[in-house]
C-alpha cells in the first residue's frame, strides 16, 4: 500500500531537470546500501547522500539541496515524523518519502501530517518506491 498526499501526482516529473538527487535516511545499512544502489541504476535518479541517523537529516539536506528525502519511520534518535516536520520546515523544497516496515495507518498518516508527500511500506516493489520519488520530486517543483 502506497499512502499519497493530495497534491502528490504520478503521471510525470514536471519541472525538474536531470536525475533526481536524493538523500536516503534509513538506520539499516544494508538495506539503505541496496536502496542507494538500486535506485541509482534507474538511471533517474541520483543518491547524494545518506545517513543512518535522523538528527542528520536537515543537516545534510541543507548542505546537499536534495529533490527529495527518503525517510525510514523507525530511525534512532528522531523519529520519522520529528525527521520529517524538521526537514520540511528548514528545508521546504525538499519533498520527503516515507518509508515504513511496520507502521499503521496511524503511524502514516502522522508522517503525510508532518509534511511527507507520500508513504511507502519496504515490502513494495522496487518500482512503487521509484514512481514516489518521481512524485515525490514532481510535487516539490511544483
Do not use: W
Not at 548542505?63 to 534518535?77: F, I, K, N, S, T
Not at 503511524?107 to 514512481?131: F, N, S
Request: with cysteine.
Amino acid at each position: 500500500m502506497i499512502a499519497y498526499a493530495a497534491r502528490c501526482r504520478l503521471s510525470r516529473v514536471e519541472g525538474v531537470a536531470g536525475p533526481i538527487r536524493i538523500v536516503v535516511i534509513e538506520d539499516n545499512d544494508v538495506f539503505r546500501d541496496a536502496l542507494e544502489l538500486l535506485l541509482a541504476l534507474t538511471g533517474e535518479i541520483e543518491v547524494v547522500g545518506s545517513a543512518g541517523h535522523g538528527a542528520d537529516a536537515v543537516d545534510i539536506c541543507r548542505e546537499l539541496a536534495p529533490d527529495v528525502v527518503l525517510v525510514d519511520y523507525r530511525l534512532p534518535g528522531l523519529d520519522g515524523v520529528e525527521v520529517t516536520r524538521a526537514v520540511h520546515r528548514d528545508c521546504p523544497d525538499v519533498a520527503v518519502v516515507a518509508l515504513t516496515a511496520a507502521a499503521g495507518d496511524r503511524e502514516v498518516q502522522a508522517m503525510l501530517d508532518a509534511g511527507a508527500v507520500a508513504c511507502v511500506r519496504k515490502h513494495e516493489p522496487l518500482e512503487a518506491i521509484r514512481e514516489s520519488v518521481l512524485a515525490a520530486a514532481s510535487a516539490g517543483a511544483s
